[in-house]
């Protein structure tokens, strides 16, 4: 089934964007959901992170998750997935 990703982008105190979005494919697992929605996210978080350098803020990117699976994902890659996450494509593995 498709999933639905939420992220937000927090500034200090102030809240600097808001996105809720149906993801474009559909997924076996909430562990292959919730990394396909930090990789659906991370190139705005990166571009931000960018534009406000160039601004002159030097800003510390801290990406929060819940799902233990998805955390152990992001953290080793693919020495971490076992015969349940093979399916995953590499391209999620950036993360």
């Given at each position: ?13 102030h809240m600097v964007?808001?996105r809720s979005k ?52 992001m953290k080793n ?19």
């Amino acid at each position: 089934m498709k999933g639905h990703s939420g992220s937000v982008l927090v500034i200090g105190d102030h809240m600097v964007l808001s996105r809720s979005k149906k993801q474009k494919i559909n997924t076996r697992s909430s562990t292959e959901a919730e990394l396909i929605a930090v990789d659906d996210t991370l190139p705005t978080v990166q571009w931000k992170k960018l534009f406000m350098k160039d601004q002159g803020y030097d800003l510390e990117t801290v990406v929060k998750e819940d799902n233990k699976s998805t955390m152990l994902l992001m953290k080793n890659g693919g020495l971490s997935s076992g015969k349940r996450a093979k399916h995953l494509d590499i391209r999620y593995f950036y993360v």
